[in-house]
Nanobody
Framework: QVQLVESGGGTVQAGGSMKLSCVAS????????MGWFRQAPGKEREEVAT????????SYAASVQGRFTISRVNALNTVHLEMNNLKPEDTAVYYC???????????????WGQGTRVTVSS
């Protein structure tokens, strides 16, 4: 049974930092690209950051470039999203997702987590 379990969400003041983690199980983590997405109230889900199956070519949405860092530890089936200088507009539910092969393929993501809520207070 495939599972993606996010953790690390909560409430933080603007300017603060938070680190999200996503632990995967039930599939071969090391051959899947990983992505972090978020969905704010009343808004569509957006891609925040992606990283390829081998840790190469991380990419970021323009809104988080320079503040967020995505990383992965294949030996631990884990992907992280380190978020610095958080802003109220970063408030959202954050989801991790897995896509077989390269995250740059046109294929849809195969697996999704349940999400973890991040609230940034001003």
């Amino acid at each position: 049974q495939v599972q993606l379990v996010e953790s690390g969400g909560g409430t933080v003041q603007a300017g603060g930092s938070m680190k999200l983690s996503c632990v995967a199980s039930g599939y071969t983590f090391s051959v899947y690209g990983m992505g972090w997405f978020r969905q704010a109230p009343g808004k569509e889900r957006e891609e925040v950051a992606t990283i390829d199956y081998n840790g190469a070519r991380p990419s970021y949405a323009a809104s988080v470039q320079g503040r967020f860092t995505i990383s992965r530890v294949n030996a631990l089936n884990t992907v992280h999203l380190e978020m610095n200088n958080l802003k109220p507009e970063d408030t959202a539910v954050y989801y991790c997702a897995a896509k077989r092969g390269s995250v740059y393929s046109t294929e849809s993501y195969d697996y999704w987590g349940q999400g973890t809520r991040v609230t940034v207070s001003s």
